[in-house]
Nanobody
Framework: VQLQASGGGSVQPGGSLRLSCEVSGLSLRHYAIAWYHQAPGKEREGVSCISAAGTTEYADSVKGRFAISRDNAKNMGYLQMNSLKPEDTAVYFC????????????????????WGEGTQVTVSS
C-alpha cells in the first residue's frame, strides 16, 4: 500500500493550494482519509478527515477555509486550502484508516493504518 501526497508549495497569505493524496494497493472506499500537519517543534495535529461514508470533520483552526473530499473511483483524496495563513505552514501528511472521522481527527493519527510522505506547505509574504 502506498499513499503519495502532492500539491504543497509556497504561497502568500490569503492564497490557495490543493493537496492530493494518491492511494494504491487498497480500495479506498472502505477507508477514512485524513490530513495531518506538523510544524517545526510542534506535535502532529489533525487537520481534516473524511470517513468512508463521507462524514467530514475539521480542526477549528481551518473550518470555513479548508475542504476535504474524496474520489473513490480514482482512489484519491483531496484537501482544498483557501485563505491560507502563516500559521498553516507545516508539513502535511495524508493517511488512511478504518474508523470514524471524529476519532481520527482528534487522535493525531493514532490508529491510522497507512501513511504517505509529507508535502511542505509554506505561507509567507
Amino acid at each position: 500500500v502506498q499513499l503519495q501526497a502532492s500539491g504543497g508549495g509556497s504561497v502568500q497569505p490569503g492564497g490557495s493550494l490543493r493537496l492530493s493524496c494518491e492511494v494504491s494497493g487498497l480500495s479506498l472506499r472502505h477507508y477514512a482519509i485524513a490530513w495531518y500537519h506538523q510544524a517545526p517543534g510542534k506535535e502532529r495535529e489533525g487537520v481534516s478527515c473524511i470517513s468512508a461514508a463521507g462524514t467530514t470533520e475539521y480542526a477549528d483552526s481551518v473550518k470555513g477555509r479548508f475542504a476535504i473530499s474524496r474520489d473513490n473511483a480514482k482512489n484519491m483524496g483531496y484537501l482544498q486550502m483557501n485563505s491560507l495563513k502563516p500559521e498553516d505552514t507545516a508539513v502535511y501528511f495524508c493517511a488512511a484508516g478504518r474508523g470514524g472521522a471524529y476519532y481520527f481527527l482528534r487522535s493525531a493519527g493514532n490508529g491510522m493504518n497507512y501513511w504517505g510522505e509529507g508535502t511542505q506547505v509554506t505561507v509567507s509574504s
